[in-house]
């Protein structure tokens, strides 16, 4: 029996080529593809898919939605997110909500069939930059006096970042991020940043 894959991709060049290559593919059938989740899960019961390919930047309902209404409606599915997004809190949202894999579409397209024979024999296929993610988040200090947000801001000042960087990432106001950068500076007993980066990393906190 072939492995039954649905595709749930809003860019239509990226879906059909998506759609030739695994059909190329031995022991592949595409039975559906989708522009959005709802006709996505309106349909799910009906095309019975064993993978499903799920973008995670979507029109109305996202992804990670997606997601978590596929695990309730029919468990035994699998899904790899493929995206763009190497956001950490995307990533482990995703994970969270019932994904069994996330690839990025830089990918070459070998590594797609791979992943889906990987998650069939019960692999969780991951990019190297989101399998070194995940492992990073084990080693922090789970123990942090920093909220999961503000992790989030200082990591990013580590990288370098500048606070209107950081708050277009996180999608709030650059004054959002100052009040941030206040209660770590408060929280970790510093003065500056670099002593607030050093501070974290020697504490094991990013």
Request: charged share 30%.
């Amino acid at each position: 029996m072939p492995i039954r894959l649905s595709l749930v991709e809003d860019d239509h060049l990226i879906r059909e080529a998506f759609t030739d290559l695994l059909n190329n593919t031995e022991d592949f059938l595409v039975v559906s593809s989708y522009s959005n989740c709802e006709d996505y899960l309106r349909n799910l019961a009906t095309d019975r898919p064993d993978v499903v390919l799920m973008d995670l930047e979507l029109p109305r309902m996202g992804g990670v939605e997606g997601i978590e209404r596929t695990k309730k409606l029919r468990p035994q599915t699998q899904l790899i997110v493929v995206t763009v997004y190497e956001n950490d809190e995307l990533v482990f949202k995703a994970l969270c909500a019932g994904a069994g894999g996330y690839l990025t579409k830089n990918m070459p397209p070998s590594r797609l069939i791979e992943a889906i024979r990987e998650i069939r024999q019960g692999g969780a296929p991951m990019s190297t930059n989101i399998a070194r993610m995940v492992v990073a988040s084990f080693q922090k200090n789970h123990h942090s006096p920093l909220t999961a947000r503000e992790t989030e801001v200082l990591e990013r000042i580590a990288q370098g970042k500048s606070y209107t960087t950081i708050a277009d990432e996180l999608f709030v106001d650059k004054e959002t991020i100052r009040t941030h950068i206040k209660n770590i500076y408060w929280k970790l007993e510093v003065h500056s940043k670099a002593e607030a980066i050093e501070k974290a990393r020697k504490e094991r906190l990013i």
